[in-house]
Each structure stands twice: as structure tokens, then as C-alpha cells.
């Protein structure tokens, strides 16, 4: 795929109740490398969480990472050849050094270190990740930004190979409510790992806010108030078993393992914000999901076992985590929708394809953390074994392509409960001459995906998605024939080459995954997925040994 160059449109990290001011005392460490190539220097906005690079025996390309960058590089210096790579920090931390060689004129090998951003005058740790290859019988130099630093940026030399390079270093951004707090723009703000100053001593924000009741959302919204006095919306938290902890009333303390804190608290918006004099849109998005930063995927194994992962957008994997088995008498798993109650809980629907073509229907409440909490399943329909294809556009919907090439609508109106398993709309045929392409697949939204035999991808929009054929309100006379149609825009090509991936599915907000025959997994995002236009984030390889699982889907996030 064509390599573009994109806008920055990653969220800042900032300090809780505190803008991010630019780096003081910034300096440059040496570089290592030779004299040659174009001068660059790249630089984040709040401190570099990590690089990639085009690589083979040396660094052909370097790209800067910033923290929940989504993927951006249109931070490079360089030429792109060579196979492509990268490597984030973990969260929480920064990138800080690195060792580091050269092969003669360019840079040959890179080691990237990390360093706390709660503990910057902790030693840097080796990532474990390397560019390029080391020497023989020589011993990479190791270069860290000094005690209490971090990088904020890389400068060099570069042209077709990257000439040479240095770090950027300067003091972290203050973390002084958390770990860190992330501007999710039209969605509102998440803190990581949020914690309280008491005394001398930092502890992690307790789930109750009074101590050992109110556990839970009403502490979780208190803390998105103490964030911001004008909140108004959901909180929506992760807890995990913390030995210390401090309740935000009464600054009352808790050790041991029987404490519990906030491992994160996303305050979703529910009305526009004013922050660092720019207003904020209210959250658009009806559950947390592929459009926040994150997608959830499941995969079921040889041995039948579902399992669990969280793929964050800025390159961190949780899981795998086992949270069912006996998923392999199933012909296909089609995500349905997502579901958020008052109390706080959620769940992701699942629709199951029997081999007898009974349509089966699951919750999983334990979707956001990989716990093993379940509905009890529902038969939802029958018969659907006499399609060509089956797919979901999110929300309910299906989409079915006969033998024949008629693309049919369906849409479950209680993917959410499962209440009612007879609540469905009619079907509808909303399309013909499905039946040519090798892989179908949607975003959500009413984007849908096609793949043609010679790897182009088409872009298409159901503009009636949600009601499979326009409203009659929108054409009260019909068309000629008496009937409602359904429209569409589209086909737009917006991609090339993708014949080589056998499995291909998007969970919303423009994130893609594709896997290949080798079992490679590739994450795309589609920046002009609205519209069909061909903008995109370049693929990234973040996994392997995917062609394991007879069945791999993705949880596509809930839209109004």
C-alpha cells in the first residue's frame, strides 16, 4: 500500500486539570550514526512513547511515536524499505534511550528503553524489541536520556537509509491526578490507573467513595466531578485488586489485598465542554468500543475455546483470555451490538450460525475486561443455512448473500437483551450481484467492504441502513414500481493488492483487521471510511499465528 503523510489527529495526553505546557530544559543527546542525509527533527506534543521503522540489515526509515497517536506516522525521516516495524512503550511509560550502532555511514541497530513517567528518575529498562541487526564482535553503545528525563523527540540525518539519529530529551509532563488523562475529543476524557495525592505518598483512587460502600459508579462519576465541576454523562470504569488506596471524600486509606481500585475511568460526555478555551462535542459514540481507542476480538481455538483480546489502538495487547468453550460446533460468529445499563454494566452481543441453521444468540458482559460473564444463550432464527454469506453491520443488523447474489437485510431489534427473540424486521432485499466477491464485510455505520478476486477493495454506503429501504417519509410517492428502494453510494476502489489476506473484519471508527495465509494479523485504519475517500493509516503488523482460529470476529461499536 501507498504510503501517505497524515495530519496529527491523535488525542494529547495532559495532566489532570493541568494543559500540558512544551518541554523545559530540552536537549539533545549525541546522535550515532554519519554525516550524510537531509536534517530532520521530529518532535511530540507530550513525550515520544516509542518508534517504528522500515527495516532489514540496517534502520531504513524511523518513524516517532507519540502517546495515542492511533498510528500516526507521519513523524519519518528516511526511505521506506524493508519490512515494517513497531514498538510502544507500555502505559505509563516513556520512551528514554536506547542502544544503539551503526554500520558504518547509517544507523544499523536500535534497542529502544523505557522509562516510568510516575518514576522518572528510575533506571531505563530494554524494551526487548530491536531494528535492524547488531554487528559481530562489537557492542551496541547505549545512549539514555539523563536521570529525571524522557524523550520528547528524535533528530538526525537521513535519505534512502537513516544516516544518523539521536534522542531528544527533556522532563516528563506532570502527572499530577493519574496516570495519565487522554482528551478523547468527541467522546470526553479517560484517566489511567487515576490516583490521589495524601501527604508525601500517591495512592490509587478507591472504588467506593465512601469507605466499603457507594462502590462503583457513583465513585467513578465523583471522580469525572473532581476532574471537571460541569460534568455531565456515564462513567464508565475498569477495577482491579490494588494493596493501596485512598477514598476521595474522606482521604481514608486502605492496604492489603483486599483493596480494590480503578484501574481506568472514561467520563463519557453528554453535552459539549469547554477545555483550553476550545469547545468539546458531546460523546457521539453509545458505548466504548473501536472508536475510543480500542477494539475487542475473539477468536475460537482448535480445541473449541473462545478466546478474549483487547488490541488498544496505540499498540498494547490484552490477552488472550479464555471466556467460554464449545464454540467450535458453530458455522460463523457475527457480532450484534453493544449494551450499557444505568448501572454500569455492559455486554457485547453475539449471533452463532448453527451447521443446522439455527441463529443462536449471546451476551458477553464481560467484554470490556475479559471476564467470563455470560447471558444465557437465545435461538434467535432458523434457516439461515441457505446463504452464500452471512455478515453484520453492527446494531442488529445482518446482511445475507443468496447463492444467487441478492444482498438481504435483516435487523434484530433485541441483539442487545435477547428479550424477544421474535422481535425482527422483515427482511429486506436491499441489493443484487453480491455473490461475486470473495470477502464482504462492514464498519458499521452503513459502510460496507468488498473484496473482488483481484484484491481491490470497494467501499460502499447503505444510507438506509438502520431501516433496510429509505423511510416513507423521505419518499412519500415511492418509485416507479410502488416501492420503497434502498440507496446506496458507492462502489468506490479505495484499496489494492488485498487478495493475499484470507480473513478481513472492521469494528468501527475506521479500524480494519486483516489476516493473512501465513496467520499474520494487519491493522489498518481507514481515515476516510465516511466518505470512501483514500485516506489511511499505513498497515501494521500486530500479531501472528492467527490462521489458528476457525473463527475470528470483532466487536463493532454502537452508534446513535
Not at 265 to 275: K, M
Not at 289 to 305: A, F, K, R
Not at 339 to 345: D, G, V, Y
Not at 525 to 544: C, S
Amino acid at each position: 500500500m501507498k504510503k501517505n503523510s497524515f495530519a496529527r489527529v491523535s488525542a494529547v495526553a495532559f495532566a489532570l486539570c493541568v494543559a500540558l505546557s512544551p518541554f523545559a530544559s530540552a536537549q539533545d543527546s549525541p546522535a550515532t550514526g554519519g554525516p550524510g542525509g537531509q536534517v530532520f527533527r521530529l518532535t511530540c506534543g507530550d513525550y515520544a512513547s516509542g518508534i517504528a521503522a522500515f527495516h532489514s540489515s540496517g534502520v531504513n526509515e524511523i518513524f516517532l511515536l507519540c502517546e495515542y497517536d492511533d498510528y500516526d506516522l507521519s513523524r519519518a525521516a528516511g526511505r521506506q524499505s524493508g519490512g515494517l516495524k513497531t514498538y510502544n512503550c507500555g502505559r505509563g511509560e516513556a520512551l528514554a534511550g536506547w542502544a544503539i550502532q551503526s554500520h558504518g555511514p547509517y544507523v544499523g541497530f536500535i534497542e529502544p528503553h523505557c522509562r516510568s513517567l510516575l518514576k522518572p528518575f528510575s533506571p531505563t529498562a530494554s524494551a526487548g524489541a530491536t531494528f535492524g541487526t547488531k554487528a559481530l564482535g562489537a557492542a551496541p553503545a547505549v545512549v539514555d536520556c539523563p536521570t529525571g528525563q524522557v524523550a520528547s523527540g528524535i533528530y538526525g540525518g537521513a535519505g534512502n537509509l537513516v544516516d544518523r539519529v539521536g534522542l531528544i530529551c527533556a522532563d516528563p509532563p506532570p502527572m499530577t491526578g493519574g496516570l495519565m488523562t487522554v482528551n478523547r475529543s468527541n467522546f470526553g476524557t479517560e484517566t489511567l490507573l487515576p490516583s490521589i495525592e495524601v501527604g508525601r505518598f500517591r495512592y490509587r483512587v478507591d472504588q467506593c467513595l465512601q469507605f466499603g460502600r457507594d462502590c462503583g459508579e457513583p465513585a467513578a462519576t465523583a471522580y469525572c466531578r473532581s476532574m471537571d465541576p460541569t460534568f455531565r454523562g456515564t462513567a464508565i470504569f475498569q477495577t482491579e485488586s490494588w494493596p493501596w488506596t485512598v477514598v476521595q471524600t474522606t482521604k481514608q486509606t486502605c492496604f492489603g489485598s483486599q483493596c480494590v481500585g480503578f484501574k481506568s475511568i472514561f467520563c463519557r460526555s453528554e453535552q459539549a465542554r469547554v477545555v483550553g478555551g476550545a469547545t468539546i462535542p458531546p460523546d457521539v459514540n453509545s458505548s466504548p468500543g473501536g472508536q475510543v481507542g480500542y477494539s475487542i476480538l475473539y477468536g475460537v481455538d482448535e480445541s473449541g475455546n473462545l478466546q478474549w483480546y483487547r488490541h488498544e489502538a496505540v499498540g498494547t495487547w490484552e490477552g488472550p483470555r479464555q471466556v467460554d468453550v464449545g464454540w467450535s460446533q458453530f458455522a460463523g460468529l457475527y457480532p450484534g451490538t453493544t449494551w450499557t445499563a444505568q448501572n454500569n454494566q455492559h455486554g457485547a452481543s453475539i449471533f452463532a450460525l448453527n451447521n443446522n441453521g439455527t441463529l443462536m444468540w449471546y451476551r458477553h458482559d464481560g467484554y470490556l475486561d475479559g471476564a467470563a460473564i455470560w447471558q444465557p444463550p437465545v435461538q434467535v432464527g432458523n434457516g439461515w443455512g441457505e446463504y452464500q454469506s452471512i455478515f453484520a453491520g453492527g446494531e442488529g443488523i445482518l446482511y445475507a448473500i443468496t447463492p444467487q447474489g441478492v444482498l438481504r437485510w435483516y435487523r434484530y431489534y433485541d441483539a442487545a437483551t435477547g428479550s424477544n427473540a421474535a422481535n425482527w424486521s422483515p427482511a429486506v432485499d436491499v441489493g443484487s450481484g453480491w455473490a461475486q466477491f470473495a470477502q464482504v464485510f462492514a464498519m458499521g455505520e452503513g459502510v460496507v467492504y468488498a473484496l473482488q478476486s483481484d484484491g481491490t477493495l470497494l467501499w460502499y454506503r447503505h444510507i438506509d441502513y438502520l431501516t433496510g429501504v429509505e423511510p416513507r417519509s423521505a419518499n412519500p410517492g415511492a418509485n416507479a414500481l410502488g416501492k420503497r428502494v434502498a440507496r446506496w453510494e458507492g462502489p468506490k476502489t479505495v484499496e489494492s493488492g488485498w487478495q493475499r489476506y484470507s480473513k478481513i473484519f472492521a469494528t468501527g471508527g475506521g479500524y480494519i483487521y486483516a489476516i493473512d495465509d501465513a496467520g499474520d494479523l494487519y491493522f489498518y485504519v481507514h481515515r476516510g471510511y465516511r466518505t470512501g475517500d483514500t485516506r489511511w493509516t499505513p498497515a501494521m503488523k500486530i500479531g501472528n499465528g492467527w490462521n489458528r482460529f476457525s473463527h475470528v470476529v470483532g466487536v463493532i461499536s454502537s452508534t446513535p
